[in-house]
């Protein structure tokens, strides 16, 4: 069963940056495609971010302040958020689908696949 654990949240003032990471075990597919979504009090849940791990293709919902990567043989995807502002005070989350699709599918209708996996997620706190 595929386990994905964020870590990296915090408070920070507007303007700041920070790192979230999400490392994945009990993989048994070397392809899959994970990506970054957050949900904002009484705001729905959207996609932020997402990459494929076989080429390193990304989808952006926002271009601009936040960027994904990826470390293979750490089966860990990180964020990182630059510049943030309080409307991005949010609980960001993982999630990983087990084969390799477009990155935009997965941050937008396979979010709702039942064979996508999520983390626990962690909070952003963005106020001065």
């Known amino acids: 069963q595929v386990q994905l654990v964020e870590s990296g949240g915090g408070l920070v003032q507007p303007g700041g940056s920070l790192r979230l990471s999400c490392i994945a075990s009990g993989l048994t597919s070397e392809h899959y495609t994970m990506g970054w979504f957050r949900q904002a009090p009484g705001k729905e849940r959207e996609g932020i971010s997402c990459?494929?791990?076989?080429?390193?293709s990304t989808y952006y919902s926002d271009t601009g302040r936040f960027g994904i990567s990826m470390e293979n043989a750490k089966n860990t995807v990180y964020l990182q958020l630059n510049n943030l502002r309080p409307d991005d005070t949010a609980v960001y989350y993982c999630?990983?689908?087990?084969?390799?699709?477009?990155?935009?599918?997965?941050?937008?209708?396979?979010?709702?696949?039942?064979?996508?996996?999520w983390g626990q997620g962690t909070q952003v706190t963005v106020s001065s």
């Open positions: 999630a990983l689908y087990p084969h390799l699709t477009t990155p935009e599918a997965l941050c937008t209708f396979l979010s709702r696949s039942d064979f996508t996996s």
């Open positions: 990459i494929k791990n076989n080429d390193g």
